[in-house]
């Protein structure tokens, strides 16, 4: 047998130390099974305490879809959202796109507080995010899937970084909600399919006054109803809440897509979605398969859940989803 050129013993090297580096790198990734040894309890402890929240109020489901939205668009899904402001720091949640509207933390905190008792220590608040999320979206009818975890929380959060303009504003084009999505490696499809999650929640009239009152690609008499509790021009009732589906608003299904077909889109980045653009066919789609929205939704929560996470000996376990240790 002829011996091996020394080329070619050098090639194998190489291959073997990609391949090493490469399986390093990949162990330290996201995986459905993470916690199976360490903290097999943790999928029970949160949807105990997701479960109980949502059934007192509805709401609060798409309020914690919302943040885990909000956590992984600024700085990757590392739970700085849940920070409150230090000495050291201004946090995340008196931005713009977050203040006096995202919602849930004290259910997160008592998310928390459940699974340290089971298994101290052990699990990040970036995937109880995650997981709640999840939780949230099934309970409501929506779909499930296996959540990737490992995710460990960031130290820090960044009032500037939520405030850069990473978070789509209701005002969006839909240019703008492409390209926002799209610098954080999700598609087009993922966008429209994640917008579906506006079958769940509530607006404040503050962010949809420019659209009933300015706009005309609005169904008259839907207009004309919200426009009983959020008067022109404001400030007042600016923080009354309208249904952003208006058929379905606390079950999670295919009615936002139907609703945006029919001009019923609460807020103007709904309605771009459909609206003689590139979009519109995937609304369509979605409006007339549920199975298909569900599947592509799913898969877009799983994309979305590995934005940027602090993984092996980055970050840390926080003990209080609040503070840092």
């Known amino acids: ?21 490469f399986t390093s790198s990949s162990s330290a990734q996201l995986s459905t099974n993470f916690y199976s040894k360490s903290c097999p309890k943790v999928f029970t402890a949160v949807k105990s305490v997701v479960q109980s929240a949502v059934s007192k109020e509805r709401r609060m489901g798409a309020s914690l879809v919302r943040l885990f939205f909000h956590d992984c668009f600024v700085k990757g899904c590392d739970g700085s959202i849940l920070l409150e402001d230090t000495s050291s720091f201004t946090g995340e949640q008196t931005a713009g796109p977050n203040n006096n509207s995202v919602r849930g933390f004290n259910v997160v905190a ?8 089971v298994c101290p220590g052990i699990v990040s ?13 099934v309970i409501l009818g929506g779909p499930n899937w296996n959540v990737k975890l490992g995710r460990r929380d960031s130290k820090t959060a960044s009032l500037s970084a939520a405030n850069s303009g990473v978070i789509p504003p209701p005002t969006s084009t839909l240019s703008n909600l492409i390209n926002r999505f799209k610098n954080k490696g999700l598609s087009v499809k993922d966008m429209v399919a994640l917008s579906g999650s506006h079958t769940i929640g509530q607006a404040r009239c ?10 005309t690609n ?42 945006l077909i029919n001009q019923k889109g609460l807020l103007h ?4 979605l459909f609206n003689g653009g590139s979009t519109d066919s995937l609304v369509r789609t ?3 398969n549920s199975k298909t929205f569900n599947s592509d939704f ?16 980055h970050g840390e376990i926080r003990k209080i989803c609040s503070k840092p240790n």
């Open 298 to 313: 799913a898969a877009a929560m799983i994309k979305m859940g590995d934005i940027d996470p602090l993984t092996g000996s």
């Open 206 to 215: 503050s962010s949809f006054r420019a659209r009933i009152y300015n706009e």
């Open 125 to 137: 608040c970036a995937d109880i995010l995650a997981i709640a999320a999840r939780d949230s979206t």
């Open 218 to 259: 609005i169904d008259s008499s839907f207009a004309a109803t919200r426009k009983k509790s959020c008067p022109f021009p404001g400030p007042s009732g600016n923080s009354k809440l309208a249904p952003l589906d208006v058929q379905t608003p606390t079950a999670f299904d295919n009615n936002y897509y139907k609703n």
């Open 110 to 117: 008592k998310i928390k507080s459940q699974v340290e008792k």
């Open 286 to 288: 979605y409006s007339s």
């Open 1 to 21: 047998m002829a011996r091996p050129s020394s080329s070619s013993s050098s090639m194998a090297i190489l291959a073997l130390a990609f391949l090493v580096i």
């Open 269 to 272: 980045s709904d309605q771009v």
